[in-house]
């Protein structure tokens, strides 16, 4: 993943392009790209990189002159902020309209809300949050239209996050639910005379959300790379906003440290999806 | 019951965020304006970009500072004179005057500062000492400083408008990591809080040498997007926007909602290179052709909503040669020129050929750098293919760009700007063959020698006529197809009056807010 990033980054250009000034010379911009090693063979330059990355040295930004892990360390708390509330909006929403969908199938509402999920699937995010802001923003004026800070300040941004999430994760579990729904253990517990809020809450719903967990988790990562959009419309102070200008800067120590971590908490969160099917599933064994 | 539960918390949860959104478009809220970018940095020796001179011109100060007309005036020097060697530059400093940490201003504080500058430790950006080949600097004096120059350079002081000078205790003592966005000065305003990609708020220095700003506390705020941007002006969290375009400026003044739209004629000039090393360029005669082929009176009125004259040379007024004027559209001159060039449509496919091979090429042009940068190339290659140069505009990337401009492999023609010193010999310096950003390889030998007379001429006049005489060169032979000096456009509320300069830099004391007083 580093390397990939590395090599396209490489090939896209160099960072004193974006570093000198309009009237420069030629020999101040050879003793500029010296000095900062950038006329040594690529690789070379990444063997380097790799070496300190591996003790956990990012090294310095390119643009801000300070450690690439601390300026990452400052913004990751905002995307986090962003992707988890976006995730639990996501999560609240499509359930109800997800498992009512597949309940009521062939319904009114099983139409609207397929209607919804295809819609918030088509909708391209920068739209969506241009929209969001017109409408809450300017019109209404009941929100803030960027920036972070109070409650209200999440509210926009989380939503235009979230929407390709909501709809996705209700057609999963639409699909999902209807799967159960077919299984002979469902129709035995109707048999039996359970309410059917029990077959739903406690029979098939707990079945049914083994492939939506494995989604979710999938999920975050998505957020994460959303947050690259949605923090730029919205000046939000994130990750994603720091590693657009880093890649526009060719700021290389800061895109790749951004790449790396935001890689590892993608791994991190898929290792806890796996642990959790255990929970939900106890045919599956850890050991 | 549940129901009614549900519904009184969702209740509770609006008027939460409601209520906590409101209260922004007070007129208390500070002076605030959204910028596109953000800074890098707070410390004037590694600074860049037009936002971070910007912020800092607001907090430091330099000896000589620009004045929202672009002259160089008196700013921590209350005047300077050179010797007879034309190499020690004494400048007399303003007395009385302290950095906001107490620190006195005096000789040492310009010594550190130029000091710092040249520390190689510190591997720094800034070019000023290059720039006017500092020596070394003198204290005369506890208020008087020399500079000593290894070579006559005529233009110091305009050189000194971004060597703010900086308190030395305070510099020297503070780990980089820290200053880099703590920044101190004499200026007008203190920075009091930096949230990285948030904001940065700053609040008026009661103990300004010029008297308190009657602006009491500021707040910057980069919002990259334009749409954005206008959003938060018209939603009333924001006082100024900057960046917009001609366009954004035109909808904005339509919608009559009392946003105002402020212009200003700017000091990137605008045209497309000629590369004169490529096949027919090197005859001027075709490269004066490309310049009256083009119709910029019709660019102008069609995408500029009407802003903004034709460029005759490469030098801003007031130092401008009034005499030289631009080319003026004038197709079958361009024609021809070309014809008399040897350029013939010998197959009668309407492109001309030169030794057999017709004249096809491209033109480069950086997508979303240069106002309706894509609209004025396409109307200039719609206007030279009318008199016979198959010309393609292709768009690249800024970082493609600049990566080719570095390579020297840009396309035959390209778009490019260059900002201004609002100097004449920083103005012309722009067409020096050692210039990395210069693609034209035009290396004229009367230019390369005037220019090096520019440099090292002390007298007024004898600057004026070698700039004068090196403008008229330049127009005649044509290294660039001359465009404009593009416009600067912003928004601003009701509460705000403020005549922006050339220079696109935003100098708060020079904005007039209605309800704002002087800060206590």
Not at chain 1, 170 to 185: A, G, P, Q, W
Not at chain 2, 279 to 286: A, E, K, L, N
Not at chain 2, 310 to 325: F, G, I, Y
Not at chain 2, 494 to 519: L, N, T
């Amino acid at each position: 993943m580093s390397f990939i990033s590395f090599v396209v980054l490489f090939l896209s250009g160099d960072p004193t392009d974006i570093l000198v000034g309009e009237d420069w010379t030629r020999e101040e911009v050879q003793r500029l790209r010296h000095d900062m090693g950038l006329d040594k063979p690529w690789l070379v330059q990444y063997a380097l990189y790799a070496g300190r990355a591996v003790r956990g040295d990012f090294g310095e930004s390119l643009r801000y002159r300070r450690p690439a892990f601390d300026l990452i360390a400052e913004r990751l708390p905002a995307t986090l902020e962003l992707a988890l509330v976006a995730l639990f909006l996501s999560i609240i929403l499509a359930l109800p309209v997800g498992v009512l969908s597949a309940v009521k199938r062939g319904s009114l509402y099983d139409q609207g809300g397929m209607v919804f999920a295809l819609v918030g699937q088509a909708m391209p995010v920068f739209w969506l949050g241009l929209m969001l802001i017109l409408i809450f923003g300017v019109d209404l004026g009941w929100l803030p239209v960027s920036g972070r800070g109070t409650l209200a300040h999440l509210a926009l941004p989380a939503l235009s996050l979230a929407t390709y999430s909501i709809a996705r994760n209700t057609r999963v579990i639409r699909s999902s639910m209807l799967d159960v729904l077919k299984n002979e253990y469902i129709t035995t517990a109707r048999a039996k005379g359970l309410s059917e809020w029990i077959v739903v809450h406690l029979h098939a719903l707990r079945n049914a959300m083994i492939p939506v967990v494995t989604i979710i988790g999938l999920e975050f990562g998505h957020l994460l790379g959303g947050a690259v959009i949605v923090e730029t419309i919205f000046a939000w102070p994130g990750i994603g906003r720091l590693m657009i200008q880093a890649v526009y800067a060719k700021d290389f120590p800061l895109v790749q440290a951004s790449v790396t971590i935001t890689a590892l908490i993608f791994v991190s969160l898929n290792f806890i999806v796996d642990m959790l099917y255990s929970v939900l599933d106890p045919r599956v064994r850890l050991n | 019951m549940s129901r009614r539960r549900t519904f009184a918390a969702l209740t509770a949860l609006w008027a939460a965020l409601s209520l906590t959104g409101c209260g922004k478009s007070g007129a208390n809220r500070p002076l605030t304006i959204l910028v596109s970018v953000e800074a890098n940095t707070l410390d004037p020796h590694f600074a860049t970009s037009t936002i971070e001179w910007t912020i800092l011109m607001n907090v430091q100060e330099p000896l000589v500072a620009r004045a929202d007309d672009m002259r160089g005036v008196p700013a921590l020097a209350e005047r300077w004179e050179v010797d007879a060697s034309q190499k020690v530059w004494t400048f007399h400093l303003r007395k009385g005057v302290k950095f906001t940490n107490g620190e006195p201003l005096d000789a040492r504080a310009v010594r550190y500062t130029f000091e710092r500058m040249r520390d190689k430790k510190l591997r720094t950006r800034i070019t000023v000492p290059g720039r006017i080949a500092l020596e070394r600097v003198e204290e005369v004096d506890a208020h008087t400083v020399r500079l000593h120059t290894r070579t006559p350079i005529a233009i110091v002081p305009v050189w000194l408008v971004n060597a703010f000078i900086l308190p030395p205790k305070y510099y020297a003592a503070t780990p980089l990591k820290e200053v880099l966005s703590k920044p101190v000065g004499t200026g007008p305003y203190k920075v009091a809080e930096w949230v990285k990609d948030g904001h940065i708020r700053m609040e008026a220095n009661g103990e300004w040498w010029k008297g308190r700003p009657k602006i009491p506390a500021v707040v910057w705020r980069p919002v990259p997007e334009a749409s954005a941007r206008l959003a938060e002006l018209e939603a009333g969290g924001a006082d100024l926007v900057t960046n917009i375009t001609s366009d954004q400026a035109n909808l904005i003044a339509r919608q009559k909602k009392g946003f105002k739209i402020f212009s200003v004629q700017g000091g990137r000039r605008v045209y497309i290179g000629i590369r004169t090393d490529w096949r027919v360029f090197g005859d001027v005669r075709v490269r004066r052709a490309l310049n009256h082929a083009v119709n910029f009176e019709l660019i102008a009125k069609k995408f500029l909503v009407g802003h903004g004259t034709r460029m005759a040379s490469v030098v801003l007024p007031p130092n401008a040669n009034p005499d030289v004027k631009p080319y003026a559209y004038d197709p079958a001159k361009a024609k021809a020129l070309l014809a008399e060039a040897g350029l013939k449509d010998a197959d009668g496919d309407g492109v001309l050929e030169a030794n057999g091979q017709p004249l096809r090429l491209k033109l480069d042009v950086p997508s979303a750098r240069y106002l309706q940068g894509m609209e004025i190339s396409e109307a200039v290659a719609a206007d030279l293919r009318a008199v016979g140069i198959h010309v393609e505009v292709q768009p690249l990337e800024w970082s493609v760009f600049l990566s080719n401009r570095r390579k020297k492999i840009l396309s035959p023609l390209y778009l490019h700007g260059f900002s201004s010193a609002f100097n004449e010999e920083t103005d012309l310096g722009v067409l020096r063959p050692s210039l990395f950003a210069n693609l034209t390889a035009w290396n004229h030998p009367l230019f390369v020698a005037s220019y090096r007379d520019l440099r090292t001429a002390f007298g007024a006049e004898a600057r004026k006529k070698l700039s004068y005489d090196l403008q008229a060169l330049i127009r005649d032979e044509a290294p660039w197809i001359f465009l404009w000096n593009q416009y600067d456009f912003f928004a601003g509320s009701a509460r705000v009056e403020w005549k922006p300069r050339a220079d696109e830099r935003i100098f708060v004391p020079a904005i007039q807010m209605k309800e704002a007083k002087p800060a206590t």
